[in-house]
């Protein structure tokens, strides 16, 4: 995770893909929960959020070509770098519109994410499983629960906790006003501590990324 020779804008990258991974427990979040999104305070319209999601699917095919090349059918041909620039400044546009209600933090992101992660295993699951293609009322809660953790990254607290782990990543790297913000910010959220499972997931996401490259 602190590994130098790593981009900063790969780990922010990689610490979004590895959220899911840290969170093994599907189901801790109800479908009744995240219907109720658009309605706690999410004034969030369901085609919006399919939208959203839509988008950050397919930012999410050019991540992994990018990043993975060999694995997903890389690397990015020029109308891709165009098409993803694009719908990147689309969706943060999209976005910054939503509002994250004051209640919502931490726990509830995990627990949202939580569920969209067993939402993108049955959709992986073979048909006959139950899995294959999302439809009806989970095609509904998966772009409720997109939108909603958008609108948490976006939020005040979700960038807040982004750049801490952004300092933490550069470790012995950090200047002296660097070291300090991320002081304020480790007290103004004490319970992510660096040893968490998310940074866990992180450090391993890297170096398998890093051993790659090699």
Do not use: W
């Not at 969209?116 to 073979?126: F, G, M, V, Y």
């Not at 990254?153 to 002296?176: C, I, N, Q, T, Y």
């Amino acid at each position: 995770m602190r590994d130098p020779q790593v981009p900063t804008d790969l780990r922010i990258r990689v610490a979004r893909a590895a959220a899911p991974l840290v969170h093994g427990k599907p189901g801790i979040a109800s479908r009744e929960v995240c219907k109720a999104g658009a309605i706690d305070g999410f004034a969030i319209d369901i085609e919006e959020a399919k939208s959203l999601r839509d988008i950050e699917q397919r930012l999410s095919v050019f991540l992994r070509k990018r990043y993975g090349p060999s694995e997903n059918g890389g690397p990015l041909t020029d109308a891709e770098i165009v098409e993803e620039s694009e719908l990147d400044a689309m969706f943060h546009k999209r976005v910054a519109a939503l509002e994250c209600p004051p209640g919502y933090g931490e726990g509830d992101a995990r627990k949202d994410s939580d569920r969209l992660h067993q939402l993108n295993c049955k959709r992986l699951s073979p048909p006959s499983c139950g899995g294959g293609d999302l439809k009806n009322a989970d095609d509904e809660e998966e772009a409720l629960l997109t939108a909603r953790l958008a609108a948490y990254r976006h939020s005040p607290e979700g960038r807040d906790r982004a750049r801490m782990l952004e300092l933490m990543f550069k470790g012995r790297r950090l200047a002296v006003d660097e070291q300090n913000e991320l002081e304020r910010l480790k007290a103004k959220y004490p319970e992510t501590p660096k040893d968490s499972p998310l940074a866990k997931a992180i450090a391993l996401r890297l170096a398998e990324l890093h051993q790659r490259s090699k």
